[in-house]
């Protein structure tokens, strides 16, 4: 069964900065574009920023020129560098991605979130 786990998360001062990281496992075959959400108390999820298989990438125009994704396909991992962070950033960051296995073909998976709190 194919899964999503983050990791790096946490409490950071504002203009400080954090890397978030979400590696999926399992039977994959292929993993399409990748995504990061945030959800804050009280609000939508929106999404942050995508990237491609072949590197493309897009962001919410709350976080250009602060947030970078990148990804690392040989080993499945998606990152989120988040530099220079507001305590509007606070949120749960949720990874999610296009995936194709073998026993269930393509779908769309979540990870479980991870809480990053920027203080002020």
């Known amino acids: 069964q194919v899964q999503l786990v983050e990791s790096g998360g946490g409490l950071v001062q504002a203009g400080g900065s954090l890397r978030l990281s979400c590696r999926a496992s399992?039977?994959?075959?292929?993993?399409?574009?990748m995504n990061w959400y945030r959800q804050a108390p009280g609000k939508q999820r929106e999404l942050v920023a995508t990237?491609?298989?072949?590197?493309?990438?897009t962001y919410a125009d709350s976080v250009k020129g602060r947030f970078t994704i990148s990804r690392d396909n040989a080993n499945n991992t998606v990152y989120l560098q988040m530099n220079s962070l507001k305590p509007e950033d606070t949120a749960v960051y949720y990874c999610?991605?296009?995936?194709?296995?073998?026993?269930?073909?393509?779908?769309?998976?979540w990870g479980q979130g991870t809480q990053v709190t920027v203080s002020s």
């Open positions: 999610n991605a296009e995936i194709i296995d073998d026993q269930l073909g393509l779908k769309e998976y």
């Open positions: 399992g039977r994959i075959i292929r993993v399409g574009d």
């Open positions: 990237i491609a298989r072949r590197d493309t990438t």
